[in-house]
């Protein structure tokens, strides 16, 4: 008999069978069958059902309690701390292309060495079926999802991250439109971590809609709903007509001005993102993943598709980000991983508080001092450290979070992390330049995935990572949306982080007064200074919105060094971008007109002046 006939029986079989369908039923079958665990639990979206994940997180060690009521810590394993890209592999049928630096492997192959890892991976472990929506709740966005793991942590992190979808699985009476994603933890340590780190694989089934990963625990790996889902909804959205984007989504008040204006903003990881969508004053709909579809009147409107934030801990403290500090502080449903524990309380870098000299942190007991094998001293907390919590539970969650309709985007910002070259904000002059400025995002790399930091990469829509379809077919599905749209949203470039003599031009909070600039614009309040490069904020405008908002003077020095346009440098980044964009096939013929007259311009002004950057005001 098989062993999904021994296992499935009773409560969990009922609940399958209710939902009277035929792929969810046979898929449960084939991974039991093939995981071998000794227990399978069904889970509906009865809360009692899903604070039993929650206590078996804690029962099987996968999290400890912390001091404060509801908080708990979770460790990942030493080299399991980021997204895994060299192992996170597209199954590439014959005939399909993918772009530069996305790894695959033959779809045969890889499925045969998928299956020879997840054979029997389960044994003595339990196997949590969940039932999941991207999305809210019964809206035309939203997408179902089928998590089969052996982590409770990964379902209870699902359970803080997204809605719960049982409700939605009998809604598709019978359909096949699901994504699943099968994930276990693989072995474990003496503390719980996947031991057999050097077998972590993640496999990307586009065709099947269907994801497997094994012997990781770090979110960004192991969440089926997270990236790996994004993979799955690039490809669907680029065959149908929408967006699915690596977006936060927030509503911008203007103080004074009894209005709201919807943004979505797509930055790489650790580019400030979570950040911007948490800027006091403003209201939150989601920090990382945003569907973008067109509605009949003409509007651009997106939701997010999750429910909480996996929010990078790093540097969260009370002058940058008073509303995340505060929530972190007190009592609520929150997991906390890869900090470290003294006591029962946390420590993360950049909190704003020296930490103990001791504790224990994601390599085990940790002392101040402590190296690793190469000699390398281990710090105190990871830099990619985390914290998972839902957005209901924040003061400045926004009243649509839920909306099945989601929000009308009226902007949208695109940021890398930039030391040299672009200004804090600018505008696009048109939707197509809009899609050039998101296409040509650079970001110096960061501790959110593995490899060497600081490394400046190109990082098209900060969506990169997670395109299972060609950047020119992608870039191209970006074009036709916004045409398609009566109320096309302005789009706007920023950079948090350019430098002069070494030090950030800006104070981290300064990303607000970006932010009410732009929604001015997008109400025609402002005028602006039209550049080869987009349009710039005037003097002026700023100076007001900073004493408005800071009551802060801002200078005219401050203005010039943050707001020149550097020739020299945009003309090098004209280069580089030519260079990396130039072997990409299909690639939208807008882009390289853009482009072209772009370096045009910037010759021309270079002739001209013989400066190395010129004063907005020269533009006037
Ligand atoms: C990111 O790295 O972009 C994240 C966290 O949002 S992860 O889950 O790793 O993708
Ligand atoms: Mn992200």
Redo the contacts with the bound molecule.
């Keep these: 008999m098989p062993l999904s006939d021994v296992l499935l029986r009773g409560d969990s079989l009922r609940k399958l069978v209710t939902l009277r369908n035929p792929h969810v039923l046979k898929q449960v079958r084939e991974f039991i069958d093939l995981c071998k665990p000794s227990r399978v639990t069904v889970i509906t979206d009865d809360p009692e059902e899903i604070e039993y994940v929650r206590k078996l997180a804690l029962d099987q060690g996968e999290e400890q309690p912390l001091k404060m009521d509801g908080h708990t810590i979770h460790f990942d394993g030493y080299n399991d701390q980021?997204?895994d890209k060299v192992h996170t592999a597209v199954l590439l049928p014959a005939g399909q292309r993918l772009s530069r630096g996305i790894v695959s492997v033959e779809w045969e192959s890889g499925l045969r060495e998928m299956r020879g890892l997840l054979d029997g991976v389960m044994k003595g472990r339990e196997m949590l079926v969940r039932f999941f929506s991207l999305g809210p709740t019964d809206s035309r966005f939203s997408l179902c999802a089928l998590q089969i793991t052996d982590s409770a942590y990964v379902g209870h992190s699902e359970d803080l991250l997204y809605r719960s979808g049982y409700e939605e699985f009998n809604r598709l009476g019978g359909s096949r439109k699901f994504f699943t994603f099968i994930h276990s933890a693989g072995a474990l340590d003496e503390r719980n971590c996947s031991l057999d780190i050097e077998k972590r694989r993640i496999y990307i089934d586009f065709l099947d809609g269907k994801v497997y990963s094994v012997n990781n625990q770090?979110?960004?790996?192991s969440?089926g709903l997270?990236?790996l889902a994004?993979r799955l909804a690039v490809y669907k959205a680029n065959r149908e007509d929408w967006l699915a984007e690596?977006m936060l989504v927030m509503g911008v008040h203007p103080p004074g001005k009894d209005r709201v204006t919807y943004f979505t903003g797509a930055y790489?990881?650790?580019c400030g993102?979570?950040s911007t969508a948490m800027v006091p004053g403003q209201t939150i709909v989601g920090?990382?993943?945003a569907y973008l579809r067109a509605d009949g009147e003409g509007n651009a409107r997106a939701v997010n598709i999750e429910s909480g934030i996996?929010?990078?801990i790093k540097d969260v403290n009370p002058e940058g980000d008073p509303l995340i500090y505060e929530a972190l502080h007190s009592p609520r449903e929150l997991v906390f991983s890869n900090v470290l524990i003294e006591d029962g309380v946390p420590y993360w870098q950049g909190m704003g508080r020296d930490p103990p000299g001791n504790g224990v942190n994601f390599s085990g007991d940790w002392w101040k001092g402590k190296t690793d094998d190469g000699g390398k001293e281990i710090p105190f907390a990871h830099s990619?450290a985390?914290y998972t919590m839902r957005i209901s539970e924040l003061e400045n969650a926004d009243p649509h979070v839920n909306d099945p309709d989601g929000v009308i985007v009226q902007g949208i910002f695109y940021g890398g992390r930039d030391s040299d070259t672009n200004v804090p904000v600018c505008e696009a002059v048109s939707w197509e330049h809009g899609v050039y400025l998101g296409a040509t995002i650079e970001s110096e790399t960061t501790s959110?995935?593995l490899g060497q930091e600081g490394v400046r990469k190109s990082s098209p829509m900060?969506n990169m990572?997670f395109l299972v379809v060609p950047l020119g077919i992608y870039l191209s599905n970006h074009l036709r949306f916004g045409r398609r749209l009566r109320n096309c949203p302005k789009v706007f470039a920023t950079n948090y982080f350019l430098k002069h003599e070494g030090a950030y031009t800006n104070a981290i909070p300064d990303k607000k007064i970006w932010l009410l600039w732009a929604e001015g614009r997008v109400h025609g309040e402002y005028d602006a200074i039209k550049t080869p490069i987009g349009f710039l904020p005037k003097y002026r405008d700023l100076k007001e919105l900073f004493r408005s908002v800071f009551d802060k003077d801002y200078t005219l020095e401050n203005y010039h060094i943050q707001f020149s346009l550097r020739l020299d440098k945009y003309l090098e980044k004209v280069a580089r971008m030519e260079e990396i964009f130039k072997p990409e096939p299909e690639m939208p013929k807008e882009f390289w007109e853009i482009l072209s007259q772009l370096r045009a311009e910037l010759e021309v002004l270079k002739a001209e002046t013989k400066m190395a950057a010129l004063a907005p005001e020269y533009f006037l």
């Design positions: 980021a997204r770090y979110a960004g790996n969440l997270k990236k994004l690596h790489p990881s650790a993102k979570t920090d990382d993943i996996f929010g990078i990619n985390r959110a995935t900060a990572d």
